[in-house]
């Protein structure tokens, strides 16, 4: 065998090296860590013994289980405000975009190039009481003078709907462009209405990017805790903040581990499941982009 | 510890810093000639409770302690780590600090001032695994507030007892509040460096009557307008209050009955959220009529422009103080003892007082301020007359006889204490 041979044939294995140290240390570790964490018991000040308490995971759930199903609750909602509100959207810049598609698409991402924590910051300050938008209507008689929305569930899965919209255009703008607008002329030859060419063309393609829309909104909002923070009031809170509060205020990391495994694995059971209710076979590519 | 996973949204303290209307407070700053502080700071009360003693016995503490700073030399540098927008600024750099100027060109010792701290949890968290390990976490001066987190500072010998010998104008000048406080007995480890009342903060225009009692907060007509805090420390302890029982004497009957008295405001649709410590804004733009409030944050609301009021309610409420104490392997720490008393100095005192706007812990101070302000001329003038004399800063005999301390915890009450009380504005 001669070197370059081996060389070659060693090539993508060193070429993929930087990638998998990376999440081995960055993912893997952590997670083990995490993992190792979430059965330990004991407190900050004379640390944590691994005790093997499975028993967390059952208080975890006990003790948080509203929070769990509120926050897939609003991550639910929020998912499908996103797809009712991008598909449209996406379709509109893919078939009548023409040349401004890629600035439409720019225009998409432009709240992007402003922190998450500042856009929602300042739904708070539009969405006061006597802000900007209810103090006109309230002067106006159109809503009462009690009305509000801040600190609202409203407010909440509106936030979440707002801040993840774009993950959800995107990637059904991407599968719609790849559409071949031929196949609508031959399904208008074929006397196909333009809501059937739609409904049976259209859409079937579009399926991989919806897929992977929802993927990249529903997770993400499910376990986000920026906007209940913000936004959010009494019985608002999310699986999200209480992570967070058991991390960084009671320093209970075990609770917090445990926390955050449950929610991992109620999310990994949930999209599997949804990806074999789906039946697309190439699900997950969609979601690398493929 | 440190090397745990993180959630890779957005670091806690770094939303908390933005949740905070720093922004106003620079304008205050501005507008009035006087520095202001961070709400930040009044994360001080977000966790836990107590303020017990050190685990030694204080002789033992002494004796090794004398012996310990009869070995230790003037270094000339100090490192100083405070909550942000805790200490004096001047008008034109404010990263320029007066006091500090002044104590080098008394001293000679230079200081490096860091706003390290944000929560007293998360910097426990931080400063813990190195303490443990017997390392110097860096600093020379730490401020943590009375509670858990300093308890367990005292308990785990991780602070430096104090050299009582260098501590002249602190018995010369501290006021009675911070001078052998419940939860350092002796001042064996702290030094008070500021603290602050947790009352009632509303808008009298909104609200339409005066409020004096914890009670106005379950009045029906502020269904939804009123704010609570969301913690272990602050609610838990002023609603012990409420229902009339000292939190020092409290027992796990009464906890109950104080979660019970929380859960029917909150059930009655009183409370609109409960803060962290971005409360101030919405309470001063109407989204919120009355809420639970630090002392400082309410003069500082107004001094840029907000007209709000503070009562420390008929009930009582309960009173925090920051304290400045040295970590254990501190590597200046002579340097450190000698600035901690030079802040006890009236003519400081003062000067820090004027421009954080909690309670100093010098009374002497007031006389300072007084002749500043009959010194001074325009808005400065004004503006130096209302510190002189602010109930705020100065507490009268008749509030400061109804301020009580955190309830001490032992670790298990500790436990039993947070599951009663979490629930309620974990919800």
């Not at chain 1, 739609?198 to 399926?207: A, C, E, K």
């Not at chain 2, 002796?186 to 500021?194: E, I, L, P, V, Y």
């Not at chain 2, 130096?384 to 006889?401: G, R, V, Y």
């Amino acid at each position: 065998m001669s070197r370059p041979r081996v060389a070659a044939r060693l090539a993508p294995y060193l070429l993929a090296l930087p990638a998998w140290l990376w999440l081995v240390i960055f993912f893997v570790v952590p997670t083990f860590v995490m993992l190792s964490m979430s059965t330990q018991t004991g407190d900050i000040v004379s640390g944590f013994q691994q005790t093997f308490r499975w028993r967390n995971y059952v208080d975890g759930w006990d003790r948080y289980h509203v929070q769990f199903i509120r926050s897939a609750l609003y991550g639910l909602i929020a998912t499908t405000a996103c797809l009712l509100i991008a598909y449209p959207v996406a379709y509109w810049i893919a078939f009548r975009g023409g040349r401004h598609k890629a600035s439409l698409l720019f225009l998409l991402l432009l709240p992007f190039f402003v922190s998450f924590v500042i856009r929602t910051q300042s739904w708070n300050f539009m969405l006061a009481d006597n802000g900007i938008i209810l103090s006109p209507l309230k002067h106006w008689g159109i809503v009462g003078e009690s009305f509000e929305i801040l600190a609202t569930p409203a407010a909440v899965i509106g936030g979440l709907t707002y801040n993840f919209l774009p993950f959800m255009v995107l990637p059904i703008y991407v599968a719609l462009e790849r559409v071949d607008p031929a196949l609508l002329d031959a399904s208008a030859d074929l006397y196909a209405t333009k809501r059937a060419a739609f409904m049976r063309v259209v859409f079937p393609l579009s399926l991989p990017g919806v897929f992977a829309g929802v993927l990249l909104t529903f997770v993400p909002a499910t376990a986000d805790y920026v906007n209940a923070a913000i936004l959010g009031g009494t019985n608002t809170t999310m699986i999200g903040n209480i992570i967070q509060t058991e991390f960084f205020t009671n320093l209970n990391y075990p609770m917090a581990s445990t926390l955050s495994f449950i929610l991992m694995a109620g999310l990994l059971i949930g999209v599997f499941a949804y990806a074999r209710a789906l039946g697309t076979e190439d699900v997950f590519g969609a979601v690398a982009g493929r | 510890m440190s090397d745990l996973p993180k959630r890779d949204d957005l670091p806690a303290d770094f939303l908390r810093g933005l949740m905070s209307p720093r922004i106003s407070r620079r304008r205050a700053l501005q507008l009035g000639g006087l520095s202001a502080l961070s709400m930040t700071l009044a994360a001080c009360g977000v966790k836990g409770s107590g303020g017990g003693g050190a685990a030694q016995p204080s002789s033992a503490v002494q004796s090794s302690a004398q012996s310990f700073w009869e070995s230790q030399k003037k270094t000339g540098n100090l490192d100083f780590a405070n909550w942000p927008l805790y200490i004096d600024a001047s008008d034109t750099n404010k990263n320029d600090h007066p006091s500090i100027d002044t104590f080098t060109q008394q001293t000679g010792i230079k200081v490096k001032y860091s706003e390290v701290i944000q929560e007293n949890a998360s910097f426990f968290g931080k400063i813990q695994p190195q303490l443990a390990a017997g390392q110097s976490i860096g600093y020379d001066i730490i401020v943590i507030t009375n509670g858990i987190y300093l308890d367990k500072l005292m308990e785990l010998g991780y602070l430096t007892p104090l050299d009582q010998a260098m501590m002249k104008n602190f018995y010369a000048n501290a006021g009675s509040v911070v001078k052998n406080p419940s939860y350092d007995k002796g001042n064996q480890f702290t030094m008070a460096w500021q603290s602050g009342i947790t009352g009632i903060g509303y808008d009298p225009k909104r609200v339409g009557k005066e409020i004096t009692s914890w009670q106005d907060l379950q009045d029906p007509e502020l269904k939804g307008k009123v704010g609570m805090f969301g913690d272990t420390q602050d609610l838990p302890n002023s609603a012990l209050l409420a229902v009339g029982v000292k939190p020092e004497e409290s027992t796990e009957a009464d906890w109950q009955k104080a979660a019970d008295w929380l859960k029917k405001q909150r059930n009655a649709g009183l409370v609109r959220k409960y803060y962290e410590q971005d409360y101030i804004t919405p309470l001063s733009k109407g989204d919120i009529w009355a809420s639970m409030a630090w002392s400082g944050d309410i003069y500082q609301a107004n001094a840029s422009g907000a007209s709000l009021k503070f009562v420390v309610p008929d009930e009582g409420a309960v009173i925090f103080t920051d304290n400045m104490c040295i970590p254990k392997k501190s590597a200046h720490p002579l340097d450190a003892m000698t600035y901690m008393d030079f802040v006890y100095q009236p003519k400081i005192a003062a000067v820090l007082a004027e421009s954080i706007q909690y309670i100093t812990p010098v009374p002497g101070a007031q006389a300072v301020m007084k002749q500043d302000a009959a010194a001074a001329t325009g808005e400065d003038k004004a503006a130096l007359e209302d510190l002189a004399t602010s109930p705020l800063i100065f507490p009268t005999a008749q509030d400061a006889a109804r301020l009580h301390r955190y309830r001490v915890l032992t670790p298990t009450e500790e436990t039993k204490w947070n599951s009663i009380f979490e629930p309620i504005y974990q919800s």
